[in-house]
């Protein structure tokens, strides 16, 4: 089994900044592709980002590329989203997830991991 543990979420004003952390435990990290998704009230989760285990290869949705990036620690065992610009429209819960197989993928339905999600609210 996989935990997954989201920190870094709370209330910030439009233009504002905000870094996301999940921290996982369970199994060996490098093993681990992580991604990152949100979901607003009423809406499907959104993917935002992943990153496969060993590499450093980056894939940012094209909603939030140049606002937000992410990267992974390994010997942290962690990934991080950092967030950009923030606007009222990026209000959500926001999760990380994981799965086993190295490809990246966009779909929710892929990833058999996820934290319990933090919540960014963005003030205009």
């Known amino acids: 089994q996989v935990q997954l543990v989201e920190s870094g979420g709370g209330l910030v004003q439009a233009g504002g900044s905000l870094r996301l952390s999940c921290t996982a435990s369970?199994?060996?990290?490098?093993?681990?592709?992580l991604a990152w998704f949100r979901q607003a009230p009423g809406k499907e989760r959104e993917f935002l980002s992943a990153i496969p285990g060993n590499g450093n290869k980056t894939f940012i949705s094209y909603a939030v590329k140049g606002r937000f990036t992410s990267f992974r620690d390994n010997a942290k065992k962690a990934v991080y989203l950092q967030m950009n610009s923030l606007k009222p429209e990026d209000t959500a819960l926001y999760y990380c997830a994981a799965k086993l197989t190295a490809l990246p993928r966009i779909s929710a339905d892929e990833y058999a991991y996820w934290g319990k999600g933090t919540q960014v609210t963005v003030s205009s």
């Open positions: 369970g199994r060996t990290f490098s093993d681990l592709t």
